[in-house]
Every structure is written in C-alpha cells, then in structure tokens.
C-alpha cells in the first residue's frame, strides 16, 4: 500500500511539472509580444524593418483595456500574425513617458484606443474600443492589403 501511494505522489508531482513547464512556454509563445521601446525608437525600428507599429492605447483603469490584454492579445493566431506583420507597443496615456504626448498628438479621447502608424509617425487606421480576436484579425488584414 505505501508503494502504491509513493508511486501515486510520485507521478502527481511529475504531471503538475509538466503542466507548469507547458503553461509557462505557452504563455512566452502565444500572443501578442508588446516591445518595451519608446515612440522615438519603434519609429526608427519600423523605417528601418518597414513594419507598421501598432500601439495599444490604454488607461490601468479601463476595464475593456484589462479585457482584452487578458484575452484578445493573448490569442495565438491573433499573436502570429501581430508579431510577424507589426512593431507592438502598449502605452498607458496617462502614466508612460510618452502616454500624454501620444494621446494628444492622435487625439485619444476613449479606451482602449488602438493606432497604426508608420515610422513617420503618420497615422494609418484608428480603431476605439474593445476588440475580440476577429476584429484585431480583420484590422490586420486591412493593412495587409493595402501594402
């Protein structure tokens, strides 16, 4: 009885690390990867790669904002295709360096407010409001085209 219990915890223990380990590589694999560059340096970065940057403008207190950065953004597909088309920036308008200038300059006035620009810092598309993984798809592919 005590083998069969030590082989029971033994194998409990196994499996739970498992699962951790292919959570935590999930979580760094999937989803949208927001760099930690400034407005200036993403600019630079898409002259240079000729990717569009796409910006996440948000508020810590908005509740569709906290939504979608629990879910849209961590969709893989969505993740894929982000990654792979744009530079990805996640700026807080009323707390980053560069919030209260990006909210002025693009005229912010809701949140979440995503922004496509180019390394200009032209704007491209602006769409306001909480967006499911087929909306931020179909955004993507809009931009696609038009290259």
Known sequence: MKKLLLICSLAFVGMSFLTEKQLSSQSTEEGIQFQTLSLED????????????????????????????????????????????????KID?????????????YKVKAYPTLLVIDGNGKLIKEVVGMQMEDGLL???NSLKKKK
């Open 42 to 89: 993403a600019k630079k970065q898409s002259l240079k790669s000729g990717k569009l940057i796409f910006i996440d403008a948000y508020a810590s207190w908005c509740g569709p904002c906290k939504r979608m950065a629990a879910t849209s953004f961590k969709n893989q597909e969505v993740g894929k295709v982000y990654n792979e088309q744009f530079i990805n920036l």
């Open 93 to 105: 308008c009323e707390k980053d360096a560069d919030g209260p200038e990006l909210a002025r300059m």
């Open 138 to 140: 179909a955004l993507a």
